[in-house]
Nanobody
Framework: QVQLVESGGGLVQAGGSLRLSCAASGSIISINVMAWYRQAPGKQRELVAAVTRAGSTNYAESVKGRFAISRDNAKNTVSLQMNRLKPEDTAVYYC???????????????WGQGTQVTVSS
């Protein structure tokens, strides 16, 4: 059973920093893309940042220059360093991985449980 477990969320003042981490475990053959999404109250879930196995990254325009995504392929982990946080960054942040599970010949999408990030003004 594949699981994505997130950690690092919390309450921080505007201008502060948080680092989110996500560890994938289970019978994983390979992980293609790892990403962070977020969902604010009353809004749809949106992509924050994504990183391929080769290290190519994509960021939402709203977080470019402030957030940095990274991954450790050997450990099947992905992190999101969030700097200069703003109140509008407040959301539940979800770890995502498109991966191949043992016994499957296709990629499947898995999600973490979500971790709350609250930025006070």
């Amino acid at each position: 059973q594949v699981q994505l477990v997130e950690s690092g969320g919390g309450l921080v003042q505007a201008g502060g920093s948080l680092r989110l981490s996500c560890a994938a475990s289970g019978s994983i053959i390979s992980i293609n893309v790892m990403a962070w999404y977020r969902q604010a109250p009353g809004k749809q879930r949106e992509l924050v940042a994504a990183v391929t196995r080769a290290g190519s990254t994509n960021y939402a325009e709203s977080v470019k220059g402030r957030f940095a995504i990274s991954r450790d392929n050997a450990k099947n982990t992905v992190s999101l360093q969030m700097n200069r946080l703003k109140p509008e960054d407040t959301a539940v942040y979800y770890c995502n991985a498109d991966l191949r599970e043992s016994g499957r010949n296709y990629l499947d999408r898995f999600w973490g449980q979500g971790t709350q990030v609250t930025v006070s003004s």
